[in-house]
Each structure stands twice: as C-alpha cells, then as structure tokens.
C-alpha cells in the first residue's frame, strides 16, 4: 500500500529537549516537505527537499532542521524545541510531476511544555 | 509576501450545490490544488489546475482564472460526508507551496 509514515504520532515534550520526527515514504518520490498547522493559519511550509541531499527552507524555518540521505526518508529535526512550536506536523511526499499531488502522512502532533 | 484568502466557514443542505473561492497572490504560480481534511485526519489530494478552465472529477469540479488570480472548488450533490475543511494551496517559484487558511464546509440534512 502506498503511504507516507510518521513517528511519533503523538509528542509531549520539554522546552529545551532534541527530538525527531520521522517520515518515510515506500512511492519512490522525489519531492517531500514537512507543514505544520496551526488553528486559523492553514497549513504552512517549513522545509522541502527535491532529491536526495537536497533542502530548502519553506515559509517558516526558524528552529528546524531536515536531512535527506536517503530517497525514503526525511526526518525533522528540532534542536532546542520550544512552546510556540507546539502544533500538528505533517509530512508529505510528492512524484514533482504534472498534477503536483501531495500525498500526505498521518500528522505528528507535538506539545512543549 | 504570500497570501491565499478563502471564506472561513461555509454551511449547505445536504444534495445542494456549494463553491469555495481562492484568491491568490504568491511569488510564482505553477498551479492551484485542492485538498480535502477531515476533523482529526490528513489532508488528501482533490483537484488540480495548471491552465485556465473547469475541470471535473466526479462530483468535485476546480476552476482557475489565472489572469484573476483567482479559483474555485465546486461540490456538487452535497452529502454528510463532504464536511470537512477544504483547502486551496499554490505551488510558487522553488516549488514552495502556499495553503489558504481553509474552509470549513458544514453540510446539514
């Protein structure tokens, strides 16, 4: 079945503590990107990435990090997380071709206390 | 900067006919697409537009202006189901994608 994963799908975390949620995605696309959405703001861009060892930043890049060593996977990264980044995450993975369809995963929903 | 605006809530009768309009204003345009996010789910691919026109999927229909830098998402035969919130999102310059703030569509027996 083709799907895009994550994990943790839920996340009650300290101000101040590393942590990682991971995507992975079994269609073989090159485009993925992580959003997070927030009450009244829709679903806004943090990081994308094209190919493998290839980020930009989205709208809203302050306080994560991304990495893309393999086709599979992206992982977010939050160094130092803080509460205004308590929000829901999504990933999503995408074949960059004509229809620009984003196929989207579960939702992570993180809180930092 | 960036910006997509659609109407916040929108309520129908369940069999009617309901349009959500976009309007953008984004770096670039390189298409506008529809998703659809039920409470506590993902969002999920609709429709997409590249060239101006209606185009059609079952009973979802999308129409792009793009000298109005405008569109819209037309649901047709509405059923309980459809509630939900629907979003529009424009893929810009660098293939950076802009989402409007989504619209929250109640449809009512």
């Known amino acids: 079945e083709a799907q895009v994963t994550q994990n943790p799908r839920y996340l009650i975390t300290v101000t101040g503590k590393k942590l990682t949620v991971t995507c992975s995605q079994n269609?073989?696309?090159?485009?993925m990107s992580w959003y997070r959405q927030d009450p009244g703001l829709g679903l806004r861009q943090i990081y994308y990435?094209?190919?493998?060892?290839?980020?930009d930043k989205g709208d809203v890049p302050e306080g994560y990090k991304v990495s893309r060593k393999e086709k599979r996977n992206f992982p977010l990264i939050l160094e130092s997380p803080s509460p205004n980044q308590t929000s829901l995450y999504f990933c999503?993975?995408?074949?960059?071709?004509?229809?620009?369809?984003?196929?989207f995963g579960p939702g992570t929903r993180l809180t930092v206390t | 900067g960036q910006s997509l605006e659609q109407p916040s809530e929108v309520t129908a009768v369940e069999g009617a006919i309901v349009q959500i309009n976009c309007t953008y204003q984004?770096?670039?345009?390189?298409?506008l697409s529809w998703y659809q996010q039920h409470d506590g789910g993902a969002p999920t691919f609709l429709s997409y537009?590249?060239?101006?026109g209606l185009e059609e999927t079952g009973r979802f229909s999308s129409f792009l202006s793009r000298s109005d830098s405008y569109g819209y998402l037309l649901l047709q035969e509405l059923q309980m189901k459809d509630s939900a919130s629907y979003f529009c999102?424009?893929?810009?310059?660098?293939?950076?994608?802009?989402f409007g703030s989504g619209t929250k569509l109640n449809v009512k027996p």
């Open positions: 999503a993975s995408s074949s960059g071709g004509g229809k620009n369809e984003q196929y």
């Open positions: 269609m073989n696309h090159e485009y």
């Open positions: 990435s094209m190919n493998v060892e290839v980020t």
């Open positions: 984004t770096s670039g345009f390189y298409g």
């Open positions: 537009n590249a060239l101006d």
């Open positions: 999102a424009v893929r810009g310059h660098f293939n950076k994608f802009y």
